[in-house]
């Protein structure tokens, strides 16, 4: 238990230092962190004030996108519905707000749980190394020979619909990446000589991981954690796409897509006819994912030294 507050406290203490540190006035004045922050404060904006936005018909169910009949032609935007309808009549200005909240909740949730795991997972094998190493590993590259998108679908499969069981299935398969780049980087820092001075002077292994080796070997892994909350979207909007994903109705923007499966090529001699179905959740996957890529890639070249020469 003292070990589990501890390094809940050093979770807790990462936010803390970066942003005391002189990379926040970097992060702040380089053009992509810039947009990459202006375009996910944006959509942090609309998921705070979605209840304002998109005013929910029904409280204790706010995610359920409201619908006016059942007809499967989508409908321009109008008055009514300045985004237009889906098939089945879903208004999409409704879904997309909404959707914002169902997006974060999954880049957010998934990346922590499967960074965590990861970084728990590979700071043990490299700093242990040898038969511990060598078993760590192995199970990282069995996980590692199924496709990630098709390791996801079969769990989601048995696991039953539902935007939760995708989540799992996200972390189940997810978390690899991160163990193998946090043990690199541990590799490479595990016999420098302040890590053998605190050794000499009896501290833990949990002291020296959580004091003096993660703090130094644990910004490639922020990096790609930050690139990675977009990733997620994209593969849980893929699910949801096939049907794996929220139960129908749900404010989420690959179900969106999916709505419009049988009109994004519209109707003969008028292709455009439904563009609205498909345009407008497809832009707010593409900007929700472009924020993060641009203020993880951001932090990829203000962190690692051999870009700095290059800037």
């Known amino acids: 238990m003292e070990a589990i507050k501890k390094f809940g406290s050093w979770l807790v203490s990462i936010p803390v230092r970066i942003v005391r540190s002189k990379l926040t006035k970097k992060f702040l004045t380089t053009p992509t962190s810039l947009l990459g922050s202006f375009l996910v404060i944006g959509f942090v904006g609309i998921a705070v004030f979605a209840p304002q936005l998109a005013p929910p018909p029904n409280p204790d169910y706010p995610y359920r996108i409201p619908r006016d009949a059942y007809l499967s032609e989508p409908q321009p935007p109008s008055k009514d519905h300045p985004l237009g309808t889906t098939s089945g009549q879903y208004d999409i200005y409704y879904g997309l707000v909404w959707g914002t909240r169902t997006a974060f909740r999954v880049g957010l949730i998934v990346t922590a749980v499967a960074a965590v795991i990861g970084i728990v997972v590979g700071s043990v094998a490299a700093f242990y190394g040898g038969i511990v190493d060598e078993i760590i590993m192995r199970i990282v590259d069995i996980f590692m020979t199924v496709p990630f998108l098709v390791a996801a679908m079969v769990l989601v499969t048995i696991l039953g619909q539902g935007l939760d069981k995708v989540m799992i299935a996200l972390i189940v398969f997810g978390w690899m990446t991160y163990a193998r780049l946090i043990r690199s980087d541990i590799l490479s820092i595990r016999e420098t000589d302040y890590i053998s001075a605190a050794k000499a002077l009896g501290a833990s292994d949990l ?40 139960p129908l109705g749900y404010a989420d923007w690959g179900q969106m897509i999916s709505f419009a499966r049988h009109w994004m090529l519209g109707t003969y001699g008028n292709p455009a006819q439904y563009w609205y179905t498909v345009v407008y959740p497809g ?25 700095q020469g290059l800037r």
């Not at 892994?221 to 794996?244: E, H, K, W, Y």
């Open 207 to 246: 002291r020296i991981i959580l004091r003096h080796i993660l703090p130094n070997a644990i910004f490639p892994t922020v990096v790609m954690a930050t690139m990675s909350a977009g990733s997620m979207v994209i593969t849980a909007s893929a699910l949801s796409f096939l049907g794996l994903g929220a």
């Open 283 to 307: 832009v707010a996957i593409l900007l929700f994912c472009l924020g993060w890529n641009l203020m993880g890639d951001a932090f990829r070249d203000i962190l690692d030294p051999r870009m």
